[in-house]
């Protein structure tokens, strides 16, 4: 964990747009691979994540498939209804929003909760102040001035993806709960969230009024319907039965790896093969998958893939 003096480097600030969104707004990022808190970061990161994914894989949503079969679970179930409403939220700025202290108050609470006084013979209390050393001490440079991170921290280093996801934790248990009672669907992927609702639009917007207003610093970009997007599926409820077909944003533009580029063969066939595969697991209709396809061929036809490739 203890930095080399010939390698260490201070970090810089620079941003990344997200055409995605509105506005175009930008992400900030501090390049951490060789600032001096970097190997603390690491080594708690590999001592907490896999704590932190064991206690809440009931809440967390791996990718798109696994979102599927929560959904096909809960229609065979019954719950999924003609009512039924489909609802997402996104967290504005989640890790360069949460505070420093209460996010490791927070980190405590989760470790004690779930029987850790020890990680690894590592006393809950030293990884308090390792914490605090990788989030405090969180200095970079940015137009040749420097600064320091005073909340949470830096969103390029290991372990704030984790402690901001353990602050998550926190916070969405109150809405967990309420969900569970009712049979409803609930599922985070990092600073996305889908859950479904039987309740009347007025109790469903009441719900996401009321986690809007857990924290100060957390803001959620909300949508509600019987159809919507969540990462790369479109789910639709069509009067009680589930439908999903392949999303793709507005902003995601025709490209995949270039055929001409120089990379081994096997890169290519793996990237059409994962193409086909996800629309063959996401598409519920014909004619969906068969629009997804024709998309695909375009696509790789485009990028310079000859048609044995993808026919």
Not at 209 to 221: G, Q, R, S
Not at 300 to 308: A, C, D, Q, T, V
């Amino acid at each position: 964990m203890m930095p080399k003096r010939e390698t260490v480097q201070l970090a810089y600030l620079y941003f990344i747009p997200k055409p995605h969104k509105a506005g175009t707004p930008l992400r900030p990022i501090v390049s951490s691979m060789s600032m001096p808190t970097t190997g603390i970061s690491k080594f708690l990161d590999k001592l907490i994540r896999p704590i932190f994914d064991k206690h809440t894989r009931s809440t967390t949503i791996i990718d798109g498939v696994d979102l599927i079969h929560r959904l096909e679970t809960c229609t065979t179930n019954g719950y999924l209804k003609p009512k039924t409403y489909l609802c997402t939220f996104d967290i504005t700025d989640q890790y360069t929003m949460l505070p420093q202290e209460e996010s490791l108050n927070i980190l405590i609470e989760f470790l004690v909760q779930h029987g850790y006084q020890k990680v690894q013979n590592i006393p809950i209390d030293i990884i308090r102040k390792l914490a605090l050393i990788v989030i405090k001490k969180n200095v970079f440079v940015y137009e040749k001035k420097f600064y320091r991170q005073v909340i949470v921290g830096a969103m390029g280093s290991a372990f704030t993806l984790t402690l901001a996801t353990i602050f998550m934790w926190k916070w969405q248990r109150q809405l967990v709960r309420r969900l569970e009672v009712s049979n409803e669907i609930y599922g985070r992927y990092i600073d996305d969230i889908f859950f479904t609702s039987n309740d009347s639009l007025e109790s469903t917007d009441q719900i996401l009024d009321e986690a809007n207003n857990f924290h100060p610093n957390i803001k959620l970009v909300r949508q509600i319907g019987r159809s919507v997007p969540f990462l790369d599926v479109f789910i639709q409820n069509s009067k009680g039965a589930l439908k999903t077909s392949v999303y793709h944003k507005e902003a995601a533009e025709p490209y995949v790896v270039p055929f001409e580029s120089d990379h081994p063969g096997h890169v290519f066939r793996n990237t059409v093969d994962t193409a086909i595969t996800r629309a063959v697991r996401y598409s519920t209709a014909l004619s969906e998958f068969e629009e997804e396809i024709r998309q695909l061929k375009l696509m790789f036809l485009y990028n310079g893939y000859p048609s044995r490739h993808i026919d």
